[in-house]
């Protein structure tokens, strides 16, 4: 499984200073101005769902021009009123830094070589695969990455959590960890001989109490029973014995799957810029894990994480005869087909492509690593929602005489207890700081320099401008009050975080002062000490109101 220390070293205390040139402020700072690290209250907005959509044409093209007033969501076949609506361009910032230009919508150019903009992780299911298979898929990878631009990291992650390269632009190091790939499964190595009972066959026979699975597996028990007087009744135990083992192991392979993605989505939210994870497998069961797929799915859409996959198999879905019996033979193309549908589902809830029933794997990869030219994100806020924990359907349609497919997710999951405000917030604010969006809705701009006393270290300085006279103010007691939260962030040239500063600024300011002595505003510096090389820096500026700014800024210290 993946370890996810990204994420939790985000928060740093602070080398952060203030920068105070008024007369005012510099004798009181306490009185009116002041920046400290306690742990500050944040008014959240209400919790939303939020739902991807991608809607095709009848050519398959992805439509841009829809409106919010073209949707219609349902909960659980309720309608909701939409509270959230984006229409999104994935590929608008890889266009605008080929072209030298970037619209408002996108970040800044930014000189590729220090910053990526699209993450692409390859994740093997090496638990689920055969050796075949996996060798094929691993070869037209190879190739599939030798496409990739100057600005796109690569990883390789396997479900086993074994052979794992982390984002890089080093495409022998890429090379060396596809040629250490290999099958291992959990099950097939330790499944019983006789009676031969799939994962499948072992949920219908134990889950869903079906009498004709059992009763082909009793059969294959009978046949391959040391004892040829064996009896029915000993047989039946000894595959339903059977079934629960596999059921156990097969469960235990799917949820490490499904572990290993989650873990890969939570890796991927940590990179600034575009994210995509290829989901390379024969398919896997999930039935009684429906909740840690939605979970998963939550986690994707939340992080602007797009999920595709290939079902590996292409159209070689035959049963080894010599190895299987006639049991596992006569389920395998239903099993198949349930496989198949775990995939589709993470495909189709995230914007994703999901490809199967083909050879041409090398064209099956070209596909699923394209993203939609557009996908629009609708949220709306649950009514009178209860915290059960309940599953809960979604509907989306278009409103429009053309035909058209709706990829998007099928439901969510209620949750079981309110959200905590402080922690929403500061996810909130960590989810811009691993971002590459700009946004201005707070009066704040940042500038780097750097100075090198040596030439193996440098000091990095960002300073921070915030006009103050901008800002939203609540009034009390003949004071100007707000709160800021400033964070500022350090990635190399990979994308990879490095450290991170954050300080509370508190205002209580008084009219004069606001009106007529923060004429040149404030300014707060935040120090890195680093090595020479390409580096990007974030930082993400949130009010107590949810208001944010969020802007790039890359520099090379040569």
């Known amino acids: 499984m993946l370890a996810a220390p990204w994420r939790c070293v985000v928060i740093l205390p602070a080398v952060l200073f203030l920068l ?72 608008a910032r890889e266009k605008a830094a080929r072209e030298g230009t970037a619209s408002v919508t996108t970040a800044v150019p930014l000189a590729t070589r220090i910053a990526p903009n699209r993450f692409v992780a390859y994740v093997f299911d090496d638990v689920h695969a055969d050796v075949t298979d996996l060798m094929r898929i691993r070869d037209a990878a190879e190739r599939n990455m030798e496409t990739l631009s100057a600005t796109d990291r690569a990883a390789i992650f396997t479900t086993s959590g074994q052979g794992n390269l982390d984002f890089t632009d080093d495409r022998a190091a890429l090379r060396m960890a596809l040629k250490s790939l290999m099958p291992r499964s959990i099950s097939k190595g330790a499944s019983a001989d006789c009676p031969d009972v799939s994962y499948y066959m072992a949920d219908l026979i134990i889950n869903r109490s079906d009498q004709a699975a059992l009763q082909d597996a009793t059969t294959d028990a009978l046949k391959c029973a040391p004892n040829p007087r064996a009896v029915q009744a000993s047989a039946q135990q000894l595959a339903l014995s059977t079934a629960q083992q596999m059921l156990a192991m097969g469960e235990h392979e799917s949820r490490l799957a499904l572990s290993v993605l989650k873990d890969v989505v939570r890796r991927l939210g940590a990179m600034p810029g575009q994210r995509t994870i290829l989901l390379l497998s024969p398919g896997f069961l ?3 894990l429906q909740f840690e797929c939605s979970d998963v799915i939550d986690h994707a859409l939340r992080s602007q994480v797009v999920i595709s996959a ?10 080894d005869i010599s ?24 495909a189709k809830a995230t914007g994703g492509a999901f490809f199967q029933n083909n050879n041409d794997l090398d064209a099956g990869l070209r596909q699923i690593a394209t993203a939609p030219s557009y996908w629009y994100v609708l949220g709306f806020s649950p009514q009178n929602l209860k915290l059960d924990g309940r599953f809960h359907d979604l509907g989306v349609t278009v409103r429009d005489p053309r035909k058209l497919t709706i990829l998007a997710r099928k439901g969510y999951y209620a949750p079981k207890h309110l959200p905590d405000p402080n922690e929403e917030a500061r996810q909130e604010i960590e989810d811009a700081l691993f971002s590459q969006e700009v946004v201005h809705d707070l009066p704040v701009e940042a500038h780097t320099q750097f100075f090198k006393p040596s030439q193996e270290d440098a000091k990095l300085t960002v300073l921070i401008h915030i006009d103050a006279r901008r800002l939203h103010f609540s009034k009390a007691e003949g004071r100007n009050l707000n709160k800021l ?18 300080k509370v600024l508190d205002m209580h300011l008084k ?7 923060l004429g040149s505003g404030i300014t707060l510096k935040s120090n890195f000490d680093v090595k020479p090389g390409g580096y990007l820096v974030r930082l993400v500026v949130r009010d107590v109101e949810g208001q944010i700014s969020a802007t790039n800024e890359a520099i090379e210290i040569p």
């Not at 690290?37 to 398959?60: C, H, I, M, P, Q």
């Not at 962030?489 to 450290?499: E, K, M, P, V, Y």
Request: net charge negative; proline share 3%.
């Open 323 to 346: 190895k299987t019996s006639a049991a596992v033979q006569k389920y395998a193309a239903q099993a198949g087909m349930e496989e198949d549908g775990t995939l589709s589902e993470f």
């Open 286 to 288: 999930s039935w009684e």
């Open 20 to 91: 105070i040139s008024t007369p005012v402020l510099a004798q009181n700072p306490a009185a009116e101005l002041s920046t400290h690290d306690e742990v500050t209250t944040f008014r959240v907005k209400v919790n939303e769902v939020l739902v991807r959509v991608v809607v095709r044409d009848e050519a398959g093209h992805a439509i841009g021009n829809l409106k919010k007033e073209d949707f219609e969501l349902f909960d659980n076949k309720k309608p909701q009123v939409i509270t959230h609506f984006a229409m999104e361009e994935p590929t």
């Open 511 to 517: 009219d004069d002062t606001l009106a007529n002595r």
């Open 310 to 319: 290939l079902d590996i198999r292409g159209l070689d879905t035959f049963v």
């Open 485 to 502: 939260t400033v964070v500022a962030g350090l990635f190399d040239r990979n994308g990879h975080f490095i450290s991170g500063n954050e």
